[in-house]
Nanobody, 123 residues
Framework: QLQLVESGGGLVQPGGSLRLSCAAS????????IGWFRQAPGREREAVSC????????NYDDSLKGRFAASRDAAKNMVYLQMDNLKPDDTAVYYC????????????????WGQGAQVTVSS
């Protein structure tokens, strides 16, 4: 059974950085697609980025370019979301999710989810 476990959330000041980690078990990264999502209070869960089984990772929102970057360590079966120059609007619970089909910005496309990591950006 595929399982995802996240770590690395916390409180950070505006302009700061955090790196979220997502450990996958039950499947190797070259067999699954990983999506990063976030859900701010009172808002819908939205897609942040995707790591396909092959090829480059990408962000769904151009406004995150240069600030958020997803990556993988295949040897550790881990994926990461590096977040730089954080803003208060980035405050949300961040999730990693997985499917075996394709990258998608729709949360319903992902049957496997991590438990979520709270990221709070505040001075």
């Amino acid at each position: 059974q595929l399982q995802l476990v996240e770590s690395g959330g916390g409180l950070v000041q505006p302009g700061g950085s955090l790196r979220l980690s997502c450990a996958a078990s039950g499947a190797t990264l070259n067999s699954i697609f990983i999506g990063w999502f976030r859900q701010a209070p009172g808002r819908e869960r939205e897609a942040v980025s995707c790591l396909p089984r092959w090829g480059s990772t990408f962000n769904y929102d151009d406004s995150l370019k240069g600030r958020f970057a997803a990556s993988r360590d295949a040897a550790k079966n881990m994926v990461y979301l590096q977040m730089d120059n954080l803003k208060p609007d980035d405050t949300a619970v961040y999730y990693c999710a997985a499917n075996k089909d394709s990258c998608s910005r729709y949360k319903t496309s992902y049957p496997y989810w991590g438990q979520g990591a709270q990221v709070t950006v505040s001075s």
